[in-house]
């Protein structure tokens, strides 16, 4: 089920429309993660990838950046994938057609929140077994697009949150790379510390 959807502008973080599932219907605190969506609106940059998906508690979030705009679901964790990111490109196409010219020259929050309505009324279509869904599930499986879902990038929000940034793929791999260096580098210290003669501790020495 998808809880909630936002659209910002990705230069500011500005939110520009939302729509969300109440309460009592979802189970969810909708407010938490709409203060959480808000924060990562706020960390998106040229580097960001297109295309992520953020695990944050029991939920995910699944953006996707068009036109320099940031399309941003929150989805029980068993939804599927594929039909959230086609509910993504479906809303992207259809709010860029209507608001596009003018999303640049905005400066209230929610200045298109009457897209609401299209947006609540497409994602009933997106509900599981829904018609939106199936030909989505068809039209992915025609195109080969089902792999290339999987392989979307997954990240977890208090390491976003953390670190201030949402990360490429590259710079994540650079990043776990230098963890492990400070860690190796740790663990000499401690043994040179401790009087180990470096010559009979297996690891890389440079002589």
């Known amino acids: 089920m998808v809880l909630m959807t936002m659209i910002a502008r990705v230069v500011d ?93 905005v400066t209230r929050p929610y200045t298109f929140i009457e897209f609401d309505t299209w947006m609540q009324r497409t994602r009933r279509q997106y509900a599981e077994g829904g018609a939106r869904a199936r030909r989505a599930g068809a039209a992915a499986q025609l195109g080969g697009q089902l792999g290339d879902v999987q392989r979307i990038m997954m990240q977890n929000i208090d390491d976003v949150l953390q670190r201030g940034a949402i990360l490429s793929g590259k710079e994540i791999d650079i990043l776990q790379f230098c963890k492990i260096i400070i860690c190796i580098i740790n663990h000499y210290m401690i043994c040179y510390s401790k009087g180990v003669d470096k010559d009979t501790i297996p690891g890389l020495w440079v002589h």
């Open 13 to 105: 973080g500005l939110p520009l429309a939302a729509t969300m599932q109440e309460d009592e219907q979802s189970g969810c605190n909708v407010l938490e993660y709409q203060n959480q969506a808000k924060m990562l609106f706020r960390k998106l940059g040229p580097q960001s990838p297109m295309r992520c998906s953020i695990e944050t508690g029991p939920y995910l979030f699944h953006y996707l950046i068009e036109n320099d705009i940031c399309y941003l679901v929150l989805c029980e964790r068993n939804y599927s994938k594929r039909l959230a990111f086609a509910y993504l490109e479906e809303i992207a196409q259809e709010f860029f057609q209507q608001y596009g010219k003018r999303v640049n020259t």
